[in-house]
């Protein structure tokens, strides 16, 4: 049989009058079409509250939040690791390209920050220290307190695992115990997903996180990656409850380890513990 006959005979109609090739790629485009749809779609918050166990919850807890937590981390580890790529130019003065100029204004009005400010190496500095991970240990810690586990009104009606606020009338829940006069609502967000990276993108901006951006600039400097239990020490206005909040966030991150240890990889785990 010639290379012409073969090829023809690949090709040829089956048995519901389809050529093969032309079935093969239909399959194709349907799988792909499936598979954008699934990874377009909001990841639903579970009903945890089901769970009877504790460590089985704690478990189907971290396993569901803990992937959502790396991605985002590694969409803000590519874009610092863009920053870092261009910190030779800007630090030397040397005239950036348009587009890279771009990029960086809008990475910085993201940030909160001027482009490029009185001193653009300063800003640039304080945009690398902002555009960083948070340890996933962290994240996942903080979203259970604030969330208990994810079984808090707000966490099953808005999404919201980690107590942020928001100002505008109907940008939220209002909470039930809320002191006469104070305007705030619990935000309410689309999905986890944009609950976590609202979390991030938080403790990267708001004044009152530079304590930890701080300390986390400064295990940069010494050549270590940044990890939950150094972290928490910046917390101290994340809550009224201030230090005790904070001892609280570490204690769980130590009780709850080796449950964090199972959904993590250790490339993304960065309790601290040992650390010392």
């Known amino acids: 049989m010639s290379d012409t006959d073969t090829r023809a005979e690949r090709s040829a109609p089956n048995a519901f009058g389809i050529r093969l090739d032309t079935a093969l790629a239909a399959v194709i485009v349907l ?3 499936v598979l954008a749809l699934q990874r377009s779609e909001p990841e639903a918050l579970p009903d945890f509250s089901t769970i009877d166990t504790v460590d089985s919850r704690k478990s189907a807890f971290f396993e569901f939040l803990a992937p959502i937590v790396i991605e985002e981390n590694e ?24 587009r890279d100029r771009r990029w960086i204004a809008r990475l910085a009005e993201r940030h909160e920050l001027e482009w490029p400010g009185e001193s653009r190496t300063d800003t640039f500095e304080r945009l690398v220290n902002r555009v960083d991970i948070v340890p996933v240990p962290l994240a996942l810690v903080q979203a259970a307190t604030e969330s208990g586990w994810g079984r808090s009104r707000f966490a099953r009606e808005g999404n919201n695992l980690f107590g942020q606020w928001c100002y505008t009338p109907g940008c939220g829940l209002v909470p039930a115990q809320r002191t006469t006069g104070a305007a705030h609502e619990v935000a309410a967000f689309e999905s986890v997903r944009e609950s976590v990276r609202r979390y991030i993108n ?29 972290l928490a020490d ?33 490339t993304q785990s960065h309790d601290g513990e040992s650390e010392g």
Do not use: F
Request: aromatic share 4%.
């Open 31 to 33: 799988a792909l079409a």
């Open 75 to 98: 969409r803000v580890r590519l874009r610092r690791e863009r920053l870092l790529e261009l910190a030779p130019k800007v630090r030397d003065d040397e005239r950036l390209p348009v």
């Open 202 to 230: 938080n403790l990267n901006t708001h004044p009152s996180y530079q304590p930890l951006r701080a300390i986390r600039a400064e295990l940069r400097r010494q050549g270590r990656m940044p990890h939950a239990l150094a």
């Open 234 to 266: 910046g917390l101290i206005r994340y809550s009224e409850r201030r230090q005790a909040y904070v001892e609280e966030i570490k204690q769980v991150i130590r009780t709850n380890r080796l449950l964090i240890e199972d959904v993590v990889p250790n």
